[in-house]
Protein backbone atom coordinates (compact mmCIF):
# COMPACT_ATOMS: atom_id res chain seq x y z
CA UNK A 1 0.00 0.00 0.00
CA UNK A 2 1.53 3.71 -1.03
CA UNK A 3 1.01 5.87 1.98
CA UNK A 4 2.39 9.30 2.16
CA UNK A 5 2.45 11.07 5.84
CA UNK A 6 3.50 14.91 6.63
CA UNK A 7 5.01 15.92 9.77
CA UNK A 8 6.33 18.80 11.16
CA UNK A 9 5.34 21.67 13.94
CA UNK A 10 1.76 22.87 14.33
CA UNK A 11 2.88 26.15 14.84
CA UNK A 12 5.95 28.75 13.77
CA UNK A 13 7.05 31.92 14.62
CA UNK A 14 7.02 34.77 12.14
CA UNK A 15 10.49 34.79 10.51
CA UNK A 16 11.57 31.50 11.74
CA UNK A 17 12.17 28.41 9.33
CA UNK A 18 9.55 25.89 8.44
CA UNK A 19 10.75 22.37 8.16
CA UNK A 20 8.21 19.53 6.90
CA UNK A 21 9.19 16.01 6.42
CA UNK A 22 6.94 14.07 3.70
CA UNK A 23 7.49 10.16 5.02
CA UNK A 24 6.77 7.79 2.22
CA UNK A 25 5.84 4.13 2.07
CA UNK A 26 5.32 1.38 -0.58
CA UNK A 27 7.41 3.14 -3.24
CA UNK A 28 11.49 3.90 -3.46
CA UNK A 29 11.92 7.45 -4.12
CA UNK A 30 14.60 6.40 -6.77
CA UNK A 31 11.94 5.15 -8.88
CA UNK A 32 11.72 6.29 -11.86
CA UNK A 33 8.26 6.82 -12.47
CA UNK A 34 7.60 8.84 -9.57
CA UNK A 35 8.28 12.41 -8.37
CA UNK A 36 6.88 14.05 -4.67
CA UNK A 37 5.39 17.23 -4.36
CA UNK A 38 4.65 19.63 -2.08
CA UNK A 39 1.08 21.43 -2.00
CA UNK A 40 -0.38 23.98 0.35
CA UNK A 41 -3.87 25.41 1.11
CA UNK A 42 -4.80 28.13 3.23
CA UNK A 43 -7.46 28.12 5.04
CA UNK A 44 -11.05 28.43 2.64
CA UNK A 45 -8.45 28.60 -0.13
CA UNK A 46 -7.26 27.03 -3.13
CA UNK A 47 -5.01 24.44 -3.79
CA UNK A 48 -1.38 25.90 -4.26
CA UNK A 49 1.59 24.15 -5.82
CA UNK A 50 5.01 24.82 -3.56
CA UNK A 51 7.86 22.61 -5.30
CA UNK A 52 8.70 19.19 -6.79
CA UNK A 53 11.39 16.95 -6.61
CA UNK A 54 12.06 14.15 -9.38
CA UNK A 55 13.47 10.91 -8.72
CA UNK A 56 16.88 12.03 -10.54
CA UNK A 57 17.00 14.74 -7.40
CA UNK A 58 16.08 17.65 -9.90
CA UNK A 59 14.05 19.91 -8.42
CA UNK A 60 11.45 23.00 -9.03
CA UNK A 61 9.93 25.73 -7.04
CA UNK A 62 7.12 28.38 -7.49
CA UNK A 63 8.51 31.26 -9.13
CA UNK A 64 6.79 33.68 -5.79
CA UNK A 65 8.66 31.28 -3.44
CA UNK A 66 11.55 29.94 -4.85
CA UNK A 67 13.77 32.33 -3.09
CA UNK A 68 12.45 30.87 0.26
CA UNK A 69 12.49 27.35 -0.65
CA UNK A 70 14.52 23.66 -0.52
CA UNK A 71 13.67 20.74 -0.95
CA UNK A 72 15.85 17.07 -0.83
CA UNK A 73 15.08 13.86 -0.52
CA UNK A 74 16.81 10.75 1.65
CA UNK A 75 16.19 7.26 -0.45
CA UNK A 76 17.33 5.68 2.51
CA UNK A 77 14.85 7.23 4.55
CA UNK A 78 11.92 7.34 2.49
CA UNK A 79 11.80 11.08 3.01
CA UNK A 80 10.98 13.84 1.23
CA UNK A 81 12.25 17.33 3.18
CA UNK A 82 11.10 20.94 2.90
CA UNK A 83 12.26 24.11 3.98
CA UNK A 84 10.40 27.43 3.79
CA UNK A 85 12.53 30.50 5.42
CA UNK A 86 11.06 33.36 6.72
CA UNK A 87 7.44 32.52 7.77
CA UNK A 88 4.67 34.66 7.89
CA UNK A 89 1.19 34.54 9.20
CA UNK A 90 -0.28 34.32 5.24
CA UNK A 91 2.24 30.98 5.54
CA UNK A 92 -0.32 29.43 8.13
CA UNK A 93 -2.04 26.66 5.82
CA UNK A 94 -2.37 22.80 5.21
CA UNK A 95 0.60 21.51 4.16
CA UNK A 96 0.46 18.47 1.76
CA UNK A 97 2.86 16.48 0.26
CA UNK A 98 1.69 14.39 -2.74
CA UNK A 99 3.45 11.42 -5.57
CA UNK A 100 3.34 12.22 -9.16
CA UNK A 101 3.11 9.20 -11.06
CA UNK A 102 4.77 9.94 -14.49
CA UNK A 103 2.16 7.61 -16.53
CA UNK A 104 -0.54 9.50 -15.51
CA UNK A 105 1.01 13.43 -15.29
CA UNK A 106 -1.26 13.53 -11.74
CA UNK A 107 -0.86 13.25 -8.26
CA UNK A 108 -2.61 9.85 -7.42
CA UNK A 109 -1.37 9.36 -3.74
CA UNK A 110 -2.02 12.46 -1.24
CA UNK A 111 -0.77 12.72 1.99
CA UNK A 112 -3.32 13.56 5.04
CA UNK A 113 -1.95 17.17 5.44
CA UNK A 114 -0.75 18.45 8.13
CA UNK A 115 -1.86 21.95 9.54
CA UNK A 116 1.10 24.80 10.24
CA UNK A 117 0.10 27.90 11.97
CA UNK A 118 2.42 31.01 12.05
CA UNK A 119 2.44 32.89 14.70
CA UNK A 120 2.62 36.66 14.98
CA UNK B 1 3.86 30.96 -15.84
CA UNK B 2 0.67 29.65 -17.02
CA UNK B 3 -2.31 30.33 -15.28
CA UNK B 4 -5.97 28.30 -15.11
CA UNK B 5 -9.06 29.79 -14.48
CA UNK B 6 -12.33 28.43 -13.13
CA UNK B 7 -15.60 29.44 -12.19
CA UNK B 8 -15.76 29.90 -8.14
CA UNK B 9 -18.93 27.72 -8.00
CA UNK B 10 -21.58 25.68 -9.95
CA UNK B 11 -25.13 24.28 -9.19
CA UNK B 12 -26.80 21.32 -10.14
CA UNK B 13 -29.95 19.24 -9.52
CA UNK B 14 -29.35 15.92 -8.39
CA UNK B 15 -29.59 13.90 -11.14
CA UNK B 16 -28.46 16.29 -13.65
CA UNK B 17 -24.87 17.34 -15.70
CA UNK B 18 -22.90 19.01 -14.46
CA UNK B 19 -20.07 21.04 -16.04
CA UNK B 20 -16.94 22.33 -14.66
CA UNK B 21 -14.37 23.97 -16.91
CA UNK B 22 -11.44 25.31 -16.49
CA UNK B 23 -9.53 27.48 -19.26
CA UNK B 24 -6.09 28.67 -19.95
CA UNK B 25 -3.71 29.55 -23.30
CA UNK B 26 -3.78 26.64 -25.29
CA UNK B 27 -4.58 24.25 -22.72
CA UNK B 28 -5.82 21.73 -25.33
CA UNK B 29 -1.57 21.05 -26.00
CA UNK B 30 -1.22 20.16 -22.01
CA UNK B 31 -2.35 17.14 -20.18
CA UNK B 32 -5.06 18.07 -17.81
CA UNK B 33 -5.87 16.21 -14.65
CA UNK B 34 -8.70 16.86 -12.25
CA UNK B 35 -9.11 16.20 -8.38
CA UNK B 36 -12.01 15.97 -6.15
CA UNK B 37 -11.88 17.56 -2.50
CA UNK B 38 -14.41 17.17 -0.13
CA UNK B 39 -14.39 19.27 2.91
CA UNK B 40 -12.11 18.49 5.58
CA UNK B 41 -10.62 16.01 2.91
CA UNK B 42 -7.35 15.63 0.80
CA UNK B 43 -8.15 15.73 -3.03
CA UNK B 44 -8.55 12.99 -5.00
CA UNK B 45 -7.59 12.60 -8.95
CA UNK B 46 -10.89 11.66 -10.54
CA UNK B 47 -9.39 12.66 -14.09
CA UNK B 48 -5.88 12.27 -15.56
CA UNK B 49 -4.96 12.58 -19.10
CA UNK B 50 -7.70 14.66 -19.71
CA UNK B 51 -10.33 12.23 -19.93
CA UNK B 52 -8.81 9.15 -18.20
CA UNK B 53 -10.68 7.66 -14.97
CA UNK B 54 -8.09 6.33 -12.35
CA UNK B 55 -9.39 3.05 -10.70
CA UNK B 56 -12.31 3.44 -8.31
CA UNK B 57 -13.76 6.42 -10.32
CA UNK B 58 -17.02 6.17 -11.31
CA UNK B 59 -17.96 6.35 -15.28
CA UNK B 60 -20.11 9.22 -14.56
CA UNK B 61 -17.21 11.36 -14.59
CA UNK B 62 -15.79 12.20 -17.57
CA UNK B 63 -13.63 14.76 -19.54
CA UNK B 64 -12.29 16.67 -22.61
CA UNK B 65 -9.81 19.53 -23.47
CA UNK B 66 -9.25 21.28 -26.57
CA UNK B 67 -8.23 25.19 -27.34
CA UNK B 68 -7.98 26.56 -24.34
CA UNK B 69 -10.78 24.72 -22.39
CA UNK B 70 -10.87 21.58 -20.70
CA UNK B 71 -13.84 20.39 -19.03
CA UNK B 72 -14.82 17.95 -16.28
CA UNK B 73 -18.10 16.62 -16.94
CA UNK B 74 -20.19 14.66 -13.63
CA UNK B 75 -23.08 12.80 -14.77
CA UNK B 76 -26.21 11.95 -13.08
CA UNK B 77 -24.73 14.11 -10.29
CA UNK B 78 -25.43 12.90 -7.52
CA UNK B 79 -25.55 14.08 -3.82
CA UNK B 80 -22.55 12.86 -2.51
CA UNK B 81 -20.37 14.78 -5.83
CA UNK B 82 -20.67 17.90 -3.75
CA UNK B 83 -17.21 19.45 -2.76
CA UNK B 84 -14.51 21.43 -4.33
CA UNK B 85 -12.87 20.82 -7.78
CA UNK B 86 -9.49 21.68 -9.19
CA UNK B 87 -8.02 21.50 -12.17
CA UNK B 88 -4.07 20.90 -12.60
CA UNK B 89 -1.57 20.78 -15.83
CA UNK B 90 1.99 20.65 -15.79
CA UNK B 91 4.01 24.13 -17.21
CA UNK B 92 7.34 23.03 -18.07
CA UNK B 93 8.51 21.30 -14.69
CA UNK B 94 6.31 23.28 -12.87
CA UNK B 95 3.16 23.09 -11.98
CA UNK B 96 -0.20 24.70 -12.14
CA UNK B 97 -3.67 24.48 -9.86
CA UNK B 98 -6.87 26.13 -10.79
CA UNK B 99 -8.74 28.26 -8.48
CA UNK B 100 -11.04 25.21 -8.10
CA UNK B 101 -15.01 25.05 -8.40
CA UNK B 102 -17.20 24.37 -5.67
CA UNK B 103 -20.05 22.06 -6.74
CA UNK B 104 -23.28 22.12 -5.33
CA UNK B 105 -26.04 19.69 -5.35
CA UNK B 106 -29.53 20.97 -4.60
Known amino acids: QVTLKESGPVVVNSRETLTLTCSVSGFSLSDGRMGVSWIRQAPGKALEWLAHIFSNDETSFRTSLQNRLTLSKDTSKSQVVLTMTNMSPVDTATYYC????????????WGQGTTVNVSS | SSELTQAPSVSVSPGQTASITCSGD??????ISWYYQKSGQSPVVVIYHDKKRPSGIPDRFSGSNSGNTATLTISGTQALDEGDYYCQAWDSSTVVFGGGTKLTVL
Open chain 1, 98 to 109: ARRLLDTDSFDI
Open chain 2, 26 to 31: NLGIKY
